[in-house]
């Protein structure tokens, strides 16, 4: 039953590194999210997409970058890992205004 | 500035409590979600209402669209419901539908 999945639940790379997080759903949903979870920030978008090829900015998209070739799959990229963006990383996906928001089970990055 | 406020931030409950945590928006709304997280990560949608008042189980949400807030009861708690619960104001942004900004969370604990 599992709607949307992301690669690593855990993951440790270095400074410098380039990551690569991948999110697929499988509800044919246009509207895909990338959020980054801090404590006492709360959940912030980092990038958007809501269709195959389009993307757009959020509010903290500095050192990210998005890819969306097929309308399943959402990758958030890391050019250059820095130790500032070990968080906790959330994608989601959302068929149309009020309707259910479905997330994935969350990937923990560890920079070091 | 904080578009979306919850209270209380943190809150421990004895079991069979009734529990309120409420959530105001300064935002033009589609909808307001609230939503589940467990230690571990992952995020489950427990409701979405754009109007009114919905019951789910021990779980209901209000909402007062004229005064910009929301409330989650549940009714009778217990430990398993310890968890964050997180609102999160949905609102057109950019190309896409469903964009969501997100209260801080109330991290709930619920001891037997």
């Known amino acids: 039953d599992v709607k949307v999945t992301q690669s690593s639940r855990y993951l440790v790379k270095r400074t410098g590194e380039k990551v690569f997080l991948e999110c697929v759903q499988d509800m044919d949903h246009e509207n895909m999210f990338w959020y980054r979870q801090d404590p006492g920030l709360g959940l912030r978008l980092i990038y958007f997409?809501?269709?195959?090829?389009?993307?757009e900015k959020g509010d903290i998209p500095e050192g990210y970058s998005v890819s969306r070739e097929k309308k399943e799959r959402f990758s958030l990229i890391l050019e250059s890992a820095s130790t500032n963006q070990t968080s906790m990383y959330l994608c989601?996906?959302?068929?149309?205004?009020?309707?259910?928001?479905?997330f994935g089970q969350g990937t923990r990055l560890t920079v070091v | 500035k904080n578009e979306v406020e919850q209270s209380p931030q943190n809150l421990t409950a004895q079991e069979g409590e009734f529990i309120t945590i409420n959530c105001s928006y300064s935002v033009g709304i589609s909808a307001l979600h609230w939503l589940q997280q467990h230690p571990g990560g992952g995020i489950v949608s427990l409701f979405m209402?754009?109007?009114g008042k919905k019951k789910h189980g021990r779980l209901i949400a209000t909402i007062n669209i004229q005064e910009k807030h929301s409330s989650l009861h549940i009714t009778a708690s217990h430990p398993r419901d310890s968890a964050v619960y997180i609102c999160a104001a949905e609102i057109r942004y950019g190309g896409s539908q469903g964009n969501l900004i997100f209260g801080k969370g109330t991290k709930l604990s619920v001891k037997p």
């Open positions: 989601a996906s959302i068929l149309a205004l009020n309707t259910e928001a479905f």
């Open positions: 209402l754009s109007s």
């Open positions: 997409s809501y269709d195959v090829k389009m993307k």
